[in-house]
């Protein structure tokens, strides 16, 4: 109950053209979603997170959107960079677990120019 | 900001050696430290939590004898792997929270390697 499910594994993209992401979890206790990109040797960085009494939030290209109902939750880079070839990890907690994170397996995002 | 800084950034150690790496808060305190390990092409594993002042609590599976935490400041946690072995090689990531918080920062991450 406490898995976060992520896919695509891997995703290749054109420059300019949309990437997504999709998450689905299934402990309904869970209400911060962040998402992390991480580059090759380096550690995860947070890109953008959403709580459950929100349907989407947008951060330039970076939009989250999130179906309560259905738990899930995606992750759109729009105006998909070469630089934004990275991994993605979703990632869920509750709040008063002491902030205890579950990923999501990770998706390997190729942005060709 | 709330930057986390690890140390070293690679470290490559004997089998049957220890190394130790650390993690710090630089601009904030952290009362928690979590320790990740990450192999590649996978997700981050949740190793151990750490709380200043106090034992760590370590996920199930992950021998507390072999990979010793202390959090002995608000600004520091360290994690010693004992007795290392080309197993144990691997990316060892930190990340801390503020009083309070439950957002994580992380670190920039340890590459080891036991040869």
């Known amino acids: 109950q406490q898995q976060v499910k992520q896919s695509p594994q891997s995703l290749i993209v054109q420059k300019g053209g949309i990437s997504i992401i999709n998450c689905a979890y299934e402990n309904t206790a869970f209400d911060y979603f962040p998402w992390y990109q991480q580059f090759p040797g380096k550690g995860p960085a947070l890109l953008i997170a959403i709580r459950p ?28 960079q070469p630089g934004d070839s990275a991994t993605y990890f979703c990632a869920a907690l509750i709040e008063t677990s002491g902030s205890r994170l579950t990923f999501g397996e990770g998706t390997q995002l190729t942005v060709n120019p | 900001g709330a930057v986390v800084s690890q140390h070293p950034s690679r470290v490559i150690c004997k089998s049957g050696t220890s190394v130790k790496i650390e993690c710090r808060s630089l601009d904030f305190q952290a009362t928690t430290m979590f320790w990740y390990r990450q192999f590649p092409k996978q997700s981050l594993m ?8 106090s034992k760590a609590t370590y996920e199930q599976g992950v021998e507390k004898d072999k990979f010793l935490i202390n959090h002995a400041s608000l600004t520091l946690s ?38």
């Open chain 1, 53 to 80: 009494d929100v349907s989407e939030k947008k951060e330039g290209r970076f939009t989250i959107s999130f179906n309560k109902s259905a738990k899930q939750f995606s992750l759109h880079i729009m105006d998909s």
């Open chain 2, 46 to 53: 949740l190793m151990a939590t750490s709380n200043e002042g």
């Open chain 2, 78 to 115: 360290t994690l010693t792997v004992t007795s290392a072995h080309p197993e144990d090689s691997s990316f060892y990531i930190c990340s801390a929270s503020r009083p309070g918080g439950y957002e994580q920062y992380f670190g920039p991450g340890t590459r080891l390697t036991v040869t």
